[in-house]
């Protein structure tokens, strides 16, 4: 075995949240229902046979422009006003996330998130080797106001200020909050005053159980402070890997640039163009929300049966349930009896930038059915219980 | 507009090599030859309608276990013995070696490459703010002496050795030329001595016109020095998105963790396995090499007609010619006078690291037929007789 020299970034070793455990029921990933994937058969076949010259060729590297006026199309429905210049194709919103921080953050910058956030864009940062800049979370979302005590101090003593915030407003993951209108509207403020970036993830907002839809952060700047992050992996299905950025044109093209491998799948591209031009994809959300509402009300039920212990808000939308058990719990531990039992959780832990409380779960009611979201819940109350009667024993 | 500090590595903007002058017989690109573009309605039909929950889904990070063990079936009989757990599945090659980057290189490391080298590559390299170490080629190839005395001057000054080597030795983008196997020994010899990584580009070896097959370097590799990258972008279709790294566990593992957007599109990789089983890609790459062969030949007499003042060696395989205008010629007019004429190409300069000479044009013979070619070759020519007319005028 040979002993290289890494680079920094590459010390991110561990677990990958992609490997599951063979043969559990699955809650430790937002996947797609497989139920609802969508039928593409038309859009496919008529992608690579009377299409085959685009969708098997090199796409532009910005993305077809078709798909680039059907997302504008897309997006202006939540009131964000977006040319196809603004607009750019990536392998989901994941891939345009790293791009913004090629292009903005440097090793050692400060980035401003959450805490807890996504698990994945914090791996994604760490091959980064940022400093994070972690804000609270209350029932109105992101803290404004610790985040403006935070930059103040940070100015106050000179100390390099954060170029970039990543946040998803919307049905968080994984706390499943959304961030209100005020509180958006002060983020903004603060990206103009202190010159950073907002990377506003937003992969869950038209998944919607109840209540009223919030506007994006983007559709509040009209400085090119934000960034808008999409995907069609939540709405219609992860493997087709189609996404986009909006922002600023130069900013946007400065990202294209960052691209290793130019224009992302055309023919993945052409099938979404497709689906957005015969409105498949709006009657695929709705049917999705309807199932992901009942996916929802079956985890809040079991919890309520098998597991009172845990303290819940209930999700209005999007795909994860947060957990909080007794203070002193060890949801390690307890997740680990719950793959002894048969089902997979995510721990909290995984979703703090930092060193987070031990006591909390994420639960993804996404990938799998009612019947097996009881059963789910249900081993790991049965694991629960028997982490109480080992701690008792101890 | 606002003013952001952008991270060093984004001041790379400029054109880029996947926008072409609309309207032009394009000799710029090695896209695919759109008549020979492969039918794979079967296939598609069948990964998103059977294989739907696998096809629609996220991938496993590592891509999907079908097709890496097809890889290994695949690369073995070019003398690569690889198990699934060397192979990682990309989008193309050249997210490949930006994974491959990201593991080995801080900004500032030198990486050795060949002037000129693969232009795209070159971009890439250059978004991680990397210094170029250039070595030269002959009718063998790679110029191994030429690295031996830069490697071992560079220690003696103890300067910072260099942590890569990027090369395509077969059908080397641009000039042709495949390295001979004693210079392929030697370099692996010098990787292990000298401690660096190679990574060998290998999009082309299958598309061989005449002569015998060298062994991959890969395949000379028994110490974990070499990473083999390879594409089906250039045997199949570029719009799959469908690549692969070969290399020892421990690093395919780390370049895997340095993915921002997980498995890869899983749609994708099941076409691509369905064409790996079935033997189609086998006669594809036939039915394709018999194709460039003639498009290669068009290109060498329509150039002995329009414009017998370059300088050219004839590709025994691949997608480019090189060739050298007289010394002194400007290349970059040239290709100016070329797009008004009708044709695009590229000038060689976007070929080397550094500042190359400016006598040299890149030209793909794979992307248009040989009708096209010749026209092509002819507009050349005129704009080539113009360049000269204006020159003697001045």
């Not at 797609?32 to 859009?43: I, K, N």
């Not at 219609?236 to 044109?249: N, Q, T």
Request: charged share 25%; aromatic share 8%; glycine share 8%.
């Amino acid at each position: 075995m040979t002993d290289f020299r890494y680079a920094r970034r590459s010390a991110i070793l561990g677990k990958s949240v992609f490997d599951h455990a063979p043969g559990t029921i699955t809650m430790s990933s937002g996947a797609a229902y497989p139920p609802l994937l969508p039928d593409v058969v038309r859009e496919a076949t008529e992608a690579v046979g009377p299409l085959r010259a685009e969708a098997m060729q090199y796409a532009p590297l910005m993305g077809l422009d078709d798909l680039r006026s059907e997302i504008c199309r897309f997006v202006a429905t939540d009131g964000i006003e977006a040319k196809p210049e603004n607009v750019l194709v990536t392998y989901g919103s994941k891939s345009a996330f790293d791009l913004a921080l090629r292009v903005f953050v440097e090793p050692g910058d400060r980035v401003i998130v959450t805490r807890p956030t996504y698990m994945t864009a914090i791996h994604i940062m760490r091959t980064h080797n940022v400093q994070f800049l972690d804000i609270g979370q209350d029932a109105e979302g992101f803290d404004t106001d610790e985040l403006e005590r935070k930059l103040m101090r940070l100015r106050a003593n000179a100390e390099p200020m954060p170029r970039l915030l990543f946040d998803v407003p919307d049905f968080h993951n994984p706390t499943g909050i959304t961030t209100s209108l005020a509180r958006r509207k002060r983020m903004v403020e603060l990206a103009r005053q202190y010159n950073f970036v907002i990377c506003e993830d937003d992969p869950y907002r038209r998944i919607r159980f109840e209540g009223e839809s919030v506007p994006p952060i983007k559709s509040l700047d009209t400085t090119g402070h934000v960034i808008s992050l999409g995907t069609v992996s939540k709405i219609l299905a992860p493997g087709l890997r189609v996404g986009w950025a909006i922002g600023e044109a130069g900013i946007i093209r400065r990202m294209a640039l960052q691209k290793a491998d130019g224009g992302s799948n055309a023919f993945a591209q052409r099938i979404v163009v497709q689906l957005m031009q015969s409105n498949k994809i709006v009657h695929h959300v709705d049917e999705l929300t309807a199932q992901m509402r009942t996916h929802r009300d079956a985890m809040l039920e079991a919890f309520a049966e098998h597991l009172p212990e845990a303290r819940i808000r209930a999700p209005l939308g999007g795909y994860f349930l947060w957990a909080e058990l007794p203070e002193g719990d060890d949801a390690e531990r307890i997740a680990e009896l719950g793959v002894e039992e048969g089902v997979e959780v995510s721990t909290g832990r995984l979703s703090f930038p930092g060193d987070g409380p031990g006591n909390c779960l994420r639960l993804a009611y996404s990938f799998i059915g009612e019947d097996e979201i009881r059963r789910g819940i249900a081993m790991l109350g049965t694991a629960y219980r028997r982490y109480k009667s080992a701690a008792r024993a101890a």
